[in-house]
């Protein structure tokens, strides 16, 4: 699961400087369907809440569903094309949801204003919309993203894996224009997440010497352990944020101080200082200077939901997600 490093040199100085340009947000902007289709972002809301009525776990869903999209080939939908060999069967992408709802309000936009509102679009602001939904702040998408006519499979493995180093986390969010800043705010999204038993267990019981993770604090093993017996139930989901799950605030930050994070890459940001300092910052300690997580985080994803955009005459409109043009 681990993130391809083996590109060339050459490539790589290649993609950063392609990113780089896009990363700034060239080509999108705020208000972007106001005289094409107005009531783009009220039919995606109301979608995104009427299923979030249903069933809550579709907001933690598309936030992940929308980083899932912009760290392989930029923020373009590609994540949504299936099919054979498609980004949506990597094996990083097999427990995405919230298809359905982007199918849904794609057919509604559809129906309102034909051939206008890009997939990628949408999954920006449904992206957006969870967080409020979560009682998390509101900001405002710029858009004019158009949908990419490629996706595959093998794509998927630039994305961050669960037991990433933070040096292997910085390198893949700089490769975007993300820095550690940005790091540890966008990982701040899971205080409403939740992850399988599958991607967290190997920490429980023969991690080092097998004894568990030292990094996972004692109170909080038994708990883990009971929610994830040995031989139980590898699918079954746990909250990243203990105690918290629903509500998007900094005590996912509070959990990763006590030694209460679920995921191995993110305990590992208290446990490096680089990471621990931002944290801290978020957390109010004393001596530093208070960093908003809310503020920082609209910040944080305005720059992520920029990353390679397609926009102009490149790529399409598609007219259902799921299938380029
Ligand atoms: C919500 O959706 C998830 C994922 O599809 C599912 O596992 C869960 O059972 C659903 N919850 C309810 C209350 O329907
Ligand atoms: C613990 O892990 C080590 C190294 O992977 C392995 O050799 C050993 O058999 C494991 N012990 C148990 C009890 O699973």
Redesign the pocket.
Known sequence: MKGSFAKPALFAMVLVVAMAATASGQGTRIGFYSKTCRQAESIVKSTVESHFRT?S?VAPGLLRMHFHDCFVNGCDGSVLIDGPNTERKAVQNSLL?GFEVIDDAKGKLEAACPGVVSCADILALAARDSVVLTKGINWKVPMGRRDGRVSLQADASSLPSFRSSIESQKQQFARFGLDTKDLVTLVGGHTIGTAACLVFNYRLNNFTNGGPDPTIHPSFLPQLRALCPQNGNNFR?VDLDTGSANKFDTSFFTNLKNGRGVLESDQKLWTDPSTRTIIERFLGEKGLKRLNFNKEFARSMVKMSNIGVKTGNNGEIRRVCSAIN
């Open positions: 069933n776990t949801r989901r």
